[in-house]
């Protein structure tokens, strides 16, 4: 976003860095705070890489997060250095967003930095003033895509701050799975900014799924803007040893909307997760539910965060459900489900529970010839399954392999 060729767009980005500058020292309000200093030293692009990288890292990308190099459409970024993106599904659109910009700056000012501040806290400061890259795809009116979007967003060392946004227009329909990981040695800061519009009686289904390290820092920020009719279902999973993690997706429903914001995350070592997510309905017959499944386990600790409220005047329904599993006495689990309603005529209800396996389900499973770790695996892809109504099967099978996934990294 640093090449506009439009002076407007420069001067509208340029108070687009004006206030992000403003937020430099500002911490985010959950989650462990980091030192971002180095990151603003550091050189605005990583260094360059060869097609024989991107094959290896596209690779890697498949075995761990489920990326497929195949795919129709896909968008492919190392670092903030290599873009690679490319759709032949008729009606979608994919680029690198600073491509966007450049060709449509008076459009792009709609939308960029639009549901995301820059200026929320230091790590938004950091992408507006450091990031580069991040996919644009764009589904056209009445486009129904069967195949997902695939985007690889794959880190190499120091910092990936990448902007998103993603556009479907009114009565269309598609799946964006996002898959970030990196190289096994990598350490760095991942700030994925995304910027999500949903028309009208359009239906987005994002996948986002994270495989890190245990010296990686992740803080992804994003707005989700979803108009009458529309249907936002989000599935986020991460299956790592993560070093921090926070984030907190915020939604706004207009009329006849819903919204479903499903998480599993999988502790381990001493990682510190924070994840949640808000709903806000602001239109008549919407509804909205926000679901999390955590497994804990080593010395880590998960924190969920849920919030729906409901403007005044609306009929509305929410729910939050949020469900945590120990698998150690050295692990922590919180749960801090939140509603809120100005509204007589809207039913927000949650429910919240923590435990751990029961050893007469691991009996019975063994006595029927598993072993004990065969029927831990059993329980627990059980406890982390969501049912989520309404997917094609190419989706829900990419979800119940994930699933699989987390069960087998819990053991």
Known sequence: MKRCSATVSKSWLEAVAERAKSALSKPAPY??????????????????????????????AREAVGFEPSARAKYVQLDQAYFKYMSRLPGVEVKRLEDFVDENPDEAREYVWRLVDPASDKYTALAALKGAGGYFIRVKENSRVEDPVMACLFLTGGLQAPHNIVILEKNAQATVYTGCTLAPEAAGLHVGISEFYVGENAELRFVMVHAWNA???????????????GKYVSYYVNMSAVKTLQTYPMVTLKSGAYALLASVLLGRGDSVQDVGGEVVIEGSESSAEIVSRVVARDSSKVVTRARISANSGVSAKGHIECRGLLLSDSAVIEAVPEL??????????????????????????????????????ILVRGFVSIDIKGLPPKVKSYIETLEKMVADKAL
């Open 31 to 60: 989650g462990v705070d980091l030192d971002i200093e180095p990151y603003l030293k550091a050189p605005l692009a990583g260094k360059p890489v060869g097609e024989e990288a991107v094959a290896e890292a596209e690779e890697a």
């Open 340 to 377: 809120e309603s100005s509204s007589t005529n809207a039913v927000l209800t949650h429910e919240a529970s923590i435990g751990k396996l029961a050893e007469e389900e691991i009996y019975y499973l063994v006595s029927r010839g598993f072993t004990r770790d065969e029927a831990i695996g």
């Open 215 to 229: 010296v990686t820092h992740v803080r992804p920020r994003t707005g989700v803007y979803v108009a009458d009719g």
